[in-house]
Structures are given as C-alpha cells and as structure tokens.
C-alpha cells in the first residue's frame, strides 16, 4: 500500500483531514523507517503518547497500537511527542514534533509538504516499555454491584469496592 493509500485510511478512521492527524501519520511513518517496524497484530509495537490529539488516530491505523491491546498507552504532558517501542528488538524512539515556523501555511499544508525527519527531533525514550498487558479476574462491588477488574478494587474492612463507591479517608480536607 502507498502512502496516500495509508493517508486515506487515517483519515477514514479520524473522520476527516486535518494537522494533527497529519502530525501522526507523519510520526508513524518515522517510528516505522527508523525502528524498522510495521502494523502490530498483537503488542509488540508500543506507543506512549504525550497528548490525546488527532494524531494518535494515524497511529492506530499504521501500527496497530490500541488502548483495548495495551500498546497504546498515555503520558499526558500536552507535547506532540510519540514513544515507540519495539518488543522483539528492544529499540525504542521518542519523536518529538519541532515547532513550526510562521510561513502563513495551514498547519495541514505545512505538515504535509515535509519529510518526518524535517518535523521531528529523534530522542532517546525517557519512559521504560511498560509490561505486556494482563489479563485480571472481575469482582462484584459490594456496593454498587457492578463487576470491576481486581486491579481496581479497593479493600474497606471486609468489604471490595469499586473505584465510584469507595470513598477517601481524609479528615484534613473537609
């Protein structure tokens, strides 16, 4: 598939063109060309995203990093700044976006018209590969009767409770 192929796919799952989803295809298309990766099946790729912004729909469709597989995870800084991480080889890369020059061009016309390496800085990944995804046991909340993974439950006396129904103890803040 070429690149406008892979373009019109992003833009399909994003609903429609804009900068910042071509920030993430152009971040994509640099992890793929730098790490020597491509669409991940299972969790071998890893994205850690520093921002929730439209570009991290391309990333979804080139790499295959999800939310629901694990290998798309979130360090929320406000940077359009992208970890990758390959499993299999132990690279890892973190892009992050330049900042761009008063030309009087569109953010979309001035991301498209440059090559990834003109947008990006490389760096050395700041975060360690987060661990494969686990798989955990439900509970049923004692209080509110919906079932919540055990990693979420918290422990009050004798009872299990989910994140909603559990409440702080803080005698301070009243």
């Known amino acids: 598939m070429d690149k406008k192929e892979m373009f019109e796919r992003c833009a399909a799952f994003h609903g429609h063109v804009c900068g910042g989803l071509t920030i993430g295809f152009k971040a994509a298309l640099y992890a793929m060309d730098l790490l020597g990766i491509g669409f991940s099946e299972d969790e071998d790729v890893v994205c850690i995203s520093e921002n929730d912004a439209c570009g991290v729909d391309a990333i979804q469709v080139l790499l295959g990093c999800s939310v629901g597989k694990g290998n798309l995870l979130f360090h929320m800084t406000g940077k359009q700044a992208f970890s990758f991480y390959d499993r299999k080889s132990g690279r890892s890369v973190r892009l992050v976006l330049r900042p761009r ?44 009767g919906e079932t919540t993974a055990e990693n979420w439950i918290m422990l009050c006396g004798d009872r299990k409770l989910c994140p909603d129904c559990y409440k702080t103890y803080d005698r301070f803040h009243v």
């Open 101 to 144: 020059p008063d030309t009087g061009q569109s953010g979309l016309d001035y991301y498209t018209q440059k090559e990834p390496s003109e947008l990006f800085d490389v760096k050395e990944t700041k975060i360690e590969l987060p661990e494969n995804a686990r798989i955990f046991i439900s509970y049923k909340c004692d209080e509110c």
